[in-house]
């Protein structure tokens, strides 16, 4: 079992930046795939950024070159950095911890935090 807990969203105005963290508890964090998704009212739940357990990363088309993504194994955090925000990025953003084995996938979500873009 692990625990995530999301903070740092916040209200900025187009073009600004936030930084989300995303802090792991209840297990061994470097184990884990994290990622950052997305959900607006009325849209599905899309992927923001991936960063594996060998610290490769992945994007969403429509963040790639604006967000990236990191980790610190050694403080069980996963951070997403945000800049040159738009009002498209408003949404509720959620950790997701996920491990697959041979018999079992495991996945965990923190409950999320706002970001709203407005002007």
């Known amino acids: 079992q692990i625990e995530l807990a999301e903070s740092g969203g916040g209200s900025v105005q187009p073009g600004g930046s936030l930084r989300l963290s995303c802090v792991a508890s209840?297990?061994?964090?470097?184990?884990?795939?994290m990622a950052w998704y997305r959900q607006a009212p009325g849209k599905q739940r899309e992927l923001v950024a991936h960063?594996?357990?060998?610290?490769?990363?992945k994007y969403g088309n429509s963040v790639k070159g604006r967000f990236s993504i990191s980790r610190d194994n050694a403080k069980n955090i996963v951070r997403l950095q945000m800049n040159d925000l738009k009002p498209e990025d408003t949404a509720v953003y959620l950790c997701?911890?996920?491990?697959?084995?041979?018999?079992?996938?495991?996945?965990?979500w923190g409950q999320g935090t706002q970001v709203t873009v407005s002007s």
């Open positions: 960063i594996n357990t060998g610290g490769s990363t």
């Open positions: 997701n911890a996920r491990r697959v084995t041979l018999s079992t996938t495991y996945s965990y």
């Open positions: 209840g297990t061994i964090f470097s184990i884990y795939g």
